[in-house]
């Protein structure tokens, strides 16, 4: 789970997905208010846990139904929301992610 880099509270699972769904440049912590951003490592992991639900495609491309198709998607994203803030790290200052 991310940590604020400022008051060294750790997040909540809730409390980071709140972040992240306000995701613009930074997330304010929720304990003391300081904005916080994702340090370059953790960008690119997550955007390396985002690739995963492209791994489902071959799966879904079995079957030959949009209903399982837009189900697999939308299964694969909601894991995909769920798992993030434990791949989360924060920092301070906005760090470039390369
Ligand atoms: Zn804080």
């Known amino acids: 789970m991310p940590t604020c880099q400022n008051c060294q509270k750790q997040w909540s699972w809730k409390d980071s997905q709140k972040a992240m ?3 613009k440049k930074g997330m304010k912590c929720p304990y003391c208010g300081v904005t916080q951003y994702q340090t370059s490592d ?4 997550t955007s390396l846990v985002g ?19 837009i189900v697999i998607i939308l299964l694969a994203s ?5 798992v993030i803030p ?11 992610m390369w």
Not at 42 to 45: A, L
Not at 51 to 69: C, E, G, N, Q
Not at 78 to 82: E, G, I, N, V
Not at 86 to 95: C, D, Y
């Open 86 to 96: 434990f791949f989360m790290k924060l920092s301070n200052k906005e760090e470039l």
């Open 21 to 23: 769904f306000q995701f």
């Open 51 to 69: 690739m995963a639900p492209l791994l489902a495609l071959p799966i879904v491309s079995l079957f030959d139904s949009w209903t399982i198709t």
């Open 42 to 45: 953790s960008q690119k992991r």
């Open 78 to 82: 909601l894991s995909y929301l769920a």
